[in-house]
C-alpha cells in the first residue's frame, strides 16, 4: 500500500517569500499531523487535523497556516519565511481507532537563503 | 505528559541482540509505552506498542517491567540498518484524536560491523 507522499521533497526558498507543502494521507486516514526537525533536533509538533478540522496546535508560529481539504490531503503555508524554518517538515497520518499509530512521510527539506 | 528517559546513546555488534532501555516512573495506569524509531534521513516509524505484557512483532520485541515504571525494546538480531535514533514515547489509550506524538532525545543506536 502506498505511504505518505509529501511534495515536494526538497524546496529552496529566499528570506520573506512564501512556502507550500503538501501532505498526501495514507488512503482513508482522517488525521493528519504535522512536525518541524531542525537540525540536530527531535521531531516538535506542529499542528494536527482531523475531518478537515484543526483538532490540536503546538509551537507553530503564526506565519504558517495549515488546512486540511475535502480529499485529506493537507497542505501547510509558510510566509516571511525566515532562516530558522529551515528544517524538515515531516507529515503523518493516521486512523481514529486505537492504537492510531501514525504513518510518516519522507520530509520535505526546506533551506531558507 | 509523563516523561521518559533513554540513553543517549549505545553501540552494539552487528548480528547481536540489543537492549534498548527505557525508564518512564511517572506512567500512569492509562498509558500505553509506543517504540518509534528515524532511520538516517527519514521520516519516524513505529516501531512496537504495549500496555502491561510483552509484546512481539516481526520487528522487535517490547519487555515491560511489572511496575510499568520501564520498559526495553529488543531487537534480537541488529544489522547495519537497524542503526538509528529510538524514542520511547507515552501515549494515553482513550481515544484522542488530539494525541499528537512528543518526541523525546531517544537513543540513537551505532551498529558495528
Known amino acids: 500500500a502506498a505511504g505518505v507522499i509529501q511534495s515536494p521533497r526538497h524546496l529552496i526558498k529566499e528570506k520573506r517569500e512564501t512556502a507550500t507543502l503538501k501532505c498526501y494521507p495514507i488512503s482513508r486516514h482522517d488525521t493528519v499531523y504535522w512536525y518541524q526537525q531542525g537540525p540536530g533536533q527531535d521531531p516538535q509538533f506542529l499542528i494536527s487535523f482531523y475531518e478537515k478540522m484543526q483538532s490540536d496546535k503546538g509551537s507553530i508560529p503564526d506565519r504558517f497556516s495549515a488546512q486540511q481539504f475535502s480529499d485529506y490531503h493537507s497542505e501547510l503555508n509558510m510566509s516571511s519565511l525566515e532562516l530558522g524554518d529551515s528544517a524538515l517538515y515531516f507529515c503523518a497520518s493516521s486512523e481514529t481507532s486505537f492504537p492510531d499509530t501514525q504513518y510518516f512521510g519522507p520530509g520535505t527539506r526546506l533551506t531558507v537563503l | 505528559d509523563a516523561k521518559t528517559t533513554q540513553p543517549n546513546s549505545m553501540e552494539s555488534n552487528e548480528e547481536e541482540p540489543v537492549h534498548l532501555p527505557c525508564n518512564h516512573s511517572t506512567i500512569s495506569g492509562t498509558d500505553y509505552i509506543h517504540w518509534y524509531r528515524q532511520l538516517p534521513s527519514q521520516g519516524p516509524e513505529y516501531v512496537i506498542h504495549g500496555l502491561t505484557s510483552n509484546v512481539n512483532n516481526r520487528m522487535a520485541s517490547l519487555a515491560i517491567a511489572e511496575d510499568r515504571k520501564s520498559s526495553t525494546l529488543i531487537l534480537h538480531r541488529a544489522t547495519l540498518r537497524d542503526a538509528a535514533v529510538y524514542y520511547c514515547?507515552?501515549?494515553?489509550?482513550?481515544?484522542?484524536?488530539?494525541?499528537?506524538?512528543?518526541f523525546g532525545k531517544g537513543t540513537r543506536l551505532h551498529i558495528l560491523p
Open positions: 514515547i507515552l501515549r494515553e489509550s482513550q481515544m484522542n484524536r488530539d494525541d499528537k506524538i512528543i
